[in-house]
Structures are given as C-alpha cells and as structure tokens.
C-alpha cells in the first residue's frame, strides 16, 4: 500500500511517521510549503516528533511531503489530520475539512480508504464527506472506503505516544470498517472498531467534554474556597485518598490547548441545531474562560496589599505554554492574563524555556531568562505553567511576592508571600 497524510500538524506529522515506521510508503500534503520542505529535509516542527526519527524514515524513502494534490491519485488510504478552529461566534469550521475532501474527490479511485481525523461535530463524515465523495459516481462501501477516527494526541506525553494509544474506528458500513481497521491494525497496537463514523465522532467529542466539565468544576471550587479561605489543593489532595468514586482534577489559569477548550463547543454547536442546549458545557465553559480575569484580580489585590498598583507594576509571567514541558502556545490562558495585564499598563516579561518568543494581540515579546535580579526587581512574579525544568526555591529565594496558579510551590519554605489559586 501507499498512504497518505493530509495535514502536517500536530496530528498529522506524528501519524505519517507512525505508519512510515510500519513499512508503509507515505506522502504528507500540506498547503504550508515551509513544512513541506522540512519534512523533506527531516527537520522536526514538532515536539513529539524528534528529528532522528523523521529523518530515519525520509532518508529510508518512506516518509516524503509535498503540496501537490494531484498525489492523491498514487495512493491506497488517505488520513484527513486538518485543523479545525472555532469562529469568533464558536461555530465551528469545517472550511479546512471540506477543502481536503473536494480535492480528494476530484482524484477520488477504487479501492481507497479515506479516514478522518480531525475533530468535528458528530454526523459530519456521513453528512458533508460522503456527499462530496459520492459525486465521484463511485459507491461507498462497494468502490471506496469512507471512516472516522478521532485523533488522540497528548502533547509531551512520553508514556502514550501515538501508536500506543488506542484507535477508534467507525466506518460509513461495516465494511468500511473492517477495511479501515485492518489497514490501522498495521499501524496502532490496539483499534476499537465502533458501529458508526457519528459514534465514533461523539467518543472524542465526550472524551475532551468529560475533561472540560471537570475541570470547569474543580475551578469553581477553587472560586468558592477562596471565598470560605481553604486551601483548594489540600482539599483535593484529601479527597484523592478515596480509594473509588473521585478522579481528582485540578484548578488553573484557564484551558488551552486546541481540544479541550474548543472540541465541546463542535457538541452544543450541534445540539443547538436539534433544539437542545448543552448546559454543562456551556457553563463549564464559561467558568473556564474568565479563569484569567480572575488571576489577574488576585495579582491586583495581592499588589494592594503591598501598597503597589498594577499601572506599571513589573511582572514576570513563569511559563506561557498551555501544560508543563511542552512549547504550545495554542489558546494557552498566559496569553489571555498577559493581554489583560498589558491592558491595564503593567510591565510584562516572561520566561519559557519551550516558548521562545510571543506575538500575540500586539504584543511582542522575548523569553528572558530567571535571574536573582531580575526576580528581585521585579514586583510580582506570576507562575503560569509548572515547568519540570524550573527551579522553583530559587524563584522562592528572590522573588517579593509570587501568584502561584499550578501549586508548583508546595512543600516549600520561604518569607516570600505566596499567594495561591
């Protein structure tokens, strides 16, 4: 078989690698010729994609990238990885899914598997792809293969990487199932056929909603223990002892990430076309975003308290990626505390050894580095993203006063005042 990824990202670049590693000869398409040319040098982009192993299988002649569709001719599966952001009026769009499709369609053989991956509201394989696809003449189910496949990507998770993460496949028919299982089976350790490509499409909908309205919750509760002055993190702690019945989550500075904080809203996108209003989501949602306001208005009353106003106040932003030990930026919750300290006049700088510059709403910025001075010159110190690699006594050591977001200083003993979530 030949295969095909279309899409380089975060998804894609991981799964081509995957299947070249599984003795597949593999064509990347992507509209970014940057990425392209990298790939074909075997230069990483991305974090979990180290560069000796993109290199490994380029040089082998299994892994090659270009922006040409007319590739799609040569090739027996093809696996849709395209983003698939949120408008401004969180509706979702599908406009990168939709252009993928139209130029398979024009190429569209017998025999070939297609499979989706990028996350979509449940029904758009059956309702947007297939009609497209069908125009071909070609029947489905008989002539070509049409699948879903909910990407499964963790970001600097070093225990579930791709091919050992389970897959879920729901085909069109079952034997656009069968087909697209025994072609993922070649790739992934474990795949978990399931009768629908909308089954399918709820499974990572639900996965990335369960996280969402969980951590919606436990943020709420960190609201109202600041309210009843309690430690939100020792009540946690203490209610993870219970041996069944509690998953612990923890609080934050907000979602980020392209998932969690955008996936639940393709959901009650959908629901709302079929007259129902999705309420968990909604107010998970709403208690996630103003996460950032509300670490602000801690830094305003901790700087209070010390007599400092926020108006050109000198803060340092620790961390600015969405989740510890990986260099994402995407809808990451520094971005939204720094344009709203910004805002209100203060002076930012940051420091993320994985991020090494920020150009967001207007703002460019430089990752400096962590300095007794600059600690010490600085008025408040804000921990945004609990990096492994920080040193956080030395933060402890010199800074004035740090607002403490992620508990990364627990356990440790300082005069610093900390205040925390």
Avoid at 69 to 98: G, H, N, Q
Avoid at 193 to 203: F, I
Avoid at 284 to 299: E, R, S
Wanted: proline content about 5%; charged content about 25%.
């Amino acid at each position: 078989m030949k295969c095909g990824v279309i899409g380089l990202g975060y998804v894609g670049l991981p799964l081509a690698v995957e299947i070249a590693n599984a003795g597949f000869e593999v064509i990347g398409i992507d509209v970014d010729k940057d990425k392209v040319d990298k790939v074909n040098r075997g230069r990483s982009y991305i974090e979990d994609v180290p560069h000796n192993a993109l290199a490994r299988v380029v040089k082998k002649g299994r892994l090659r990238a270009t922006t040409d569709f007319d590739v799609l001719t040569e090739l027996d599966a093809i696996s849709i990885c395209v983003p698939t952001p949120l408008r401004k009026t969180k509706d979702p769009d599908i406009s990168f899914i939709l252009d993928a499709v139209s130029e398979i369609s024009k190429r569209l053989r017998k025999g070939q598997i297609i499979v989706l991956e990028s996350t979509t509201y449940p029904g758009t394989t059956d309702e947007m792809l297939l009609p497209e696809l069908s125009q071909s003449g070609l029947r489905v189910g008989k002539d070509f293969y049409l699948a879903f496949s909910p990407e499964r990507v963790d970001p600097g998770n070093k225990v579930y990487r791709t091919k050992g993460t389970p897959k879920i496949i729901g085909g069109i028919t079952p034997q656009c199932t069968r087909k697209a299982t025994a072609y993922y089976k070649k790739i992934f350790d474990k795949v978990v056929p399931v009768s629908s490509t909308k089954c399918a499409e709820m499974v990572k909908l639900l996965e990335n909603t369960f996280r969402s309205v969980n951590i919606g919750l436990v943020n709420e509760v960190a609201l109202m223990c600041d309210r009843l002055d309690l430690d939100v993190w020792e009540v946690i702690d203490a209610a993870a002892t219970k041996p069944f019945g509690f998953m612990a989550f923890y609080p934050g500075p907000g979602l980020g990430g392209h998932c969690i904080p955008i996936d639940p809203h393709y959901l009650s996108w959908k629901l709302k076309t079929l007259n129902y209003y999705a309420k968990f989501i909604e107010l998970a949602g709403d208690i996630n975003a103003n996460m950032p306001a509300y670490v602000v208005n801690k830094i305003i009353s901790a700087l209070n308290r010390v007599e400092k106003p926020l108006k050109n106040a000198r803060i340092i932003i620790v961390g600015a990626a969405y989740k510890k030990n990986v260099g994402d930026l995407r809808e990451s919750p520094a971005l939204d505390v720094i344009e709203l300290l910004h805002r209100e006049g203060a002076h930012i700088e940051y420091n993320d050894p994985y991020v090494s510059e920020i150009r967001e709403a207007g703002l460019e910025l430089r990752s400096r580095p962590l300095t007794a001075k600059s600690l010490k010159m600085a008025d408040c110190v804000v921990i945004i993203t609990n990096h492994d690699s920080y040193d956080y006594e030395f933060i402890c050591r010199h800074a004035r006063l740090i607002i403490d977001t992620r508990n990364a200083t627990k356990n440790i003993r300082t005069r610093t005042p900390i205040v925390k979530l």
